[in-house]
């Protein structure tokens, strides 16, 4: 008879989720500038790993696991669009004000999310309410262009990716260990 057990598809799509949001958020807090290294994390990891958790969820059964590892690697895609389109000369530039919209309503779906990891764990809700809270901070950076605003972003948004980190490798060394390793609360 053949094992039905399916793995644990959470790890590799918070990998890809709180990898590519450190490395972005080190470009938000002001220390490089954004290069081909976010850009191919958003496309790849943040992208296309977090779509292939979010079929993977499907498989499972688990909605939320659906709804945010393909929402959020969708997410990353259109993020380097909004960047390249305009560099390939395919698109206009969006304005500030504009992308402050499209950062604003990615916060609305977050909040909505965050009150779904309620039954979670904490670290979970922890991942959730920070991008929440990113997401809102980064939108009020871009409707009032303060690049104070920006850089508090930036490292609010380092604590969330490294949450997210966290929270995969805990999942990943207590199924491996079969006992807590890393609590999660």
Known sequence: MKDETLANPGPLGLMGFGMTTVLLNIHNAGFFEISSMILAMGLF??????IIAGILEFKKGNTFGVTAFISYGHFWLTLVALILLPKLGWAD????????????????FTLFMFFGTLKA????????ASLTVLFFLLAIKDWTGS???????????????????????AEVLNEQYNRSILPVG
Do not use: D, H
């Open 45 to 50: 990891y943040g992208g296309a790993a977090q």
């Open 93 to 108: 530039p969006t304005p500030a004000k504009f992308m402050a919209c499209y950062l604003f309503m990615w916060g609305i």
């Open 121 to 128: 764990n904490r670290g979970l809700q922890f991942v959730f």
């Open 147 to 169: 690049q104070l605003i920006g850089v508090i972003a930036g490292f609010e948004g380092i604590i969330c990716g490294m949450s997210a980190i966290y929270l995969a490798m």
